[in-house]
């Protein structure tokens, strides 16, 4: 299966189940990638592939963005370490989630999380 054809797939899964539409969908595979906002192309996905996709959808005037990642394979030990600092730095964001929060306490707890995996983070 390529890039593309993965991306059509979850595309039009979506809009099967009820969207009204699928505005974007963005991702990437394969081992290494930094950039995750680009285009599919004709790579095929190989085994021990990541494939990471970041979309969103409507559905009666309401609008969601979320994220799907998928191990093709197993997933390797440095995929599984990425997976759990990305996680953690979630449930650091839904910690913060308090009445009279502001949107930088939501960051507050990426750049600790992501740090000991090479980022930095930003503010």
């Known amino acids: 299966m ?3 054809e993965a991306f059509r797939a979850f595309r ?3 809009l099967e189940r009820g969207a009204d539409d699928v505005p974007y ?7 290494g990638f930094d950039d995750i906002i680009k285009q599919p192309s004709d790579r095929v996905i190989e085994s021990g ?3 990471m996709f970041d979309t969103g959808s409507v559905f ?3 609008s969601s963005d979320f994220d799907r990642y998928v191990a093709f394979g197993q997933a390797d030990a440095d995929a599984k370490r ?5 996680w953690e730095a979630t449930e650091g964001g839904f910690a913060a989630a308090k009445p009279g929060a502001t949107t930088s306490d939501f960051g507050e707890p990426w750049p600790e999380c992501s740090t ?3 980022r930095s983070g930003t503010r």
């Not at 969908?25 to 081992?31: E, H, I, S, W």
């Open 116 to 118: 000991p995996v090479g």
């Open 82 to 86: 990425a997976y759990r600092t990305v």
């Open 49 to 51: 592939d990541l494939l």
């Open 2 to 4: 390529t890039e593309r």
């Open 25 to 31: 969908l963005v991702g990437a595979t394969g081992p």
């Open 60 to 62: 009666d005037g309401y």
């Open 12 to 14: 039009i899964d979506p």
